[in-house]
Each structure stands twice: as structure tokens, then as C-alpha cells.
T-cell receptor, first 115, second 113 residues
Framework: EPEVTQTPSHQVTQMGQEVILRCVPI?????FYWYRQILGQKVEFLVS????????KSEIFDDQFSVERPDGSNFTLKIRSTKLEDSAMYFC?????????????FGSGTRLTVV | RKEVEQDPGPFNVPEGATVAFNCTYS??????FFWYRQDCRKEPKLLMS???SGNEDGRFTAQLNRASQYISLLIRDSKLSDSATYLC??????????????FGKGTHLIIQP
């Protein structure tokens, strides 16, 4: 079964540092997403991406965040200056269709710890 | 972005029993609905989409009640492997692009031998 692959699985960074979380979506998928889940909290939408541009973003996705699809396979989330409260599990997801009646496939996540 | 509410549980249920839980959503414009399953410290995995007429997939049955703005999940003949957190997810689908899902906090289910 096709998978969404995320690297690294765990990243520890110092407050104020930049991090880049990487994702390889399923190859024929067209829509890409980032979600985060703070420990013990709900899964929260960050941003969706289609046709090489941001389609929708939440209020969490402020100026410190950016996304990029630098080539035909990778999809990255950059956090420019990490804060302690950015510590969370970050999930990438992809889908072939936009969302009505179709769920996504999530990657296994990157656990980001900001110290 | 409106809220999605779930009873966090835990629901402790003996193996073989039937269990049901609901999820309420506050935005009447919501268009699509899903149940996901999440195991501890793992990614959400799609269990089933929820259609207006209700739908069944093996031991799992999902229902949508638009008038009362809730969806439900029924699990029959529960197995030990059903122990997980069940997440309700709702999508507005404005039609303008790839809208994100709004998740509930999840209902924790423990199946006991």
C-alpha cells in the first residue's frame, strides 16, 4: 500500500532555531497538507497546498511557517524561529482528490521537541 | 473554524460487546464527515467516510444526523484490536480548494478481555 513518508521521525532543536520537516507524499496525489498534534491535544490543521500554492491555512500558520514543494516529490514545512510551544507531532498528509467524501493518507509524523 | 466535540471517555467495553459513540459539530455548513482511528503516538488512519444515508463497513456503522448536527460510530462484536482513540473529523468544503479537516479530541476506547 502506498505510503506518505516523513523524515526525521524525531527532531530536537533549540528555541529560536529554524527547522525543516520533510514529507514525500504518495506519488500520484495532488493535494498536500500539514497538521500538528500537541501531546494530549487534538489534531490541528495547519495548511493545505495544491498546484504549487497554498490553498488554505489556519490561524496557527503564521509568518514563522512556510511550505514548499521544491521538486516533484518532496513537500516541506519550515518553522523559521522555533518556540517552546511549537513542540508537537507534525503530520503530513496527501490525497488525490480534494476533500469531500475522501479522507487523506497521513504520514507517521515527525515529533518536534523544542528545548 | 468551528468546533467538533467528542466524549473523551475512556469507554471500557468487554470483548464482543457493541459500543457506540457520537460526535457533534457546530458548523451547519459542514459538508463531509469522517471517522479516523488513532493508536497511541501514531498517525490518524481513515476508518470510514460518513455518508448522508449512513454506511457500514464490516463491524462498523456510521450515521449522520444533519438536523441535530452529529455523527455516530457503532462497533459491533468488538475485538481487542479495536482499542484505540477514535477521531471525528469534519470538513467545510468551501469549493475553493483543499480545505482542512477539523478534528475532535477523540474518544478513547478500551476493549477488555
Amino acid at each position: 500500500e502506498p505510503e506518505v513518508t516523513q523524515t526525521p521521525s524525531h527532531q530536537v532543536t533549540q528555541m529560536g532555531q529554524e527547522v525543516i520537516l520533510r514529507c514525500v507524499p504518495i506519488s500520484n496525489h495532488l493535494y498536500f497538507y500539514w497538521y500538528r498534534q500537541i501531546l494530549g491535544q487534538k489534531v490541528e490543521f495547519l495548511v493545505s497546498f495544491y498546484n504549487n500554492e497554498i490553498s488554505e491555512k489556519s490561524e496557527i500558520f503564521d509568518d514563522q511557517f512556510s511550505v514548499e514543494r521544491p521538486d516533484g516529490s518532496n513537500f516541506t514545512l519550515k518553522i523559521r524561529s522555533t518556540k517552546l510551544e511549537d513542540s508537537a507531532m507534525y503530520f503530513c498528509a496527501s490525497s488525490y482528490y480534494d476533500s469531500p467524501n475522501y479522507g487523506y493518507t497521513f504520514g507517521s509524523g515527525t515529533r518536534l521537541t523544542v528545548v | 473554524r468551528k468546533e467538533v466535540e467528542q466524549d473523551p471517555g475512556p469507554f471500557n467495553v468487554p470483548e464482543g460487546a457493541t459500543v457506540a459513540f457520537n460526535c457533534t459539530y457546530s458548523n451547519s455548513a459542514s459538508q463531509s464527515f469522517f471517522w479516523y482511528r488513532q493508536d497511541c503516538r501514531k498517525e490518524p488512519k481513515l476508518l470510514m467516510s460518513v455518508y448522508s444515508s449512513g454506511n457500514e463497513d464490516g463491524r462498523f456503522t456510521a450515521q449522520l444526523n444533519r438536523a441535530s448536527q452529529y455523527i455516530s460510530l457503532l462497533i459491533r462484536d468488538s475485538k481487542l484490536s479495536d482499542s484505540a482513540t477514535y477521531l471525528c473529523a469534519v470538513n467545510l468544503y468551501s469549493g475553493g480548494g483543499a480545505d482542512g479537516l477539523t478534528f475532535g479530541k477523540g474518544t478513547h476506547l478500551i476493549i477488555q478481555p
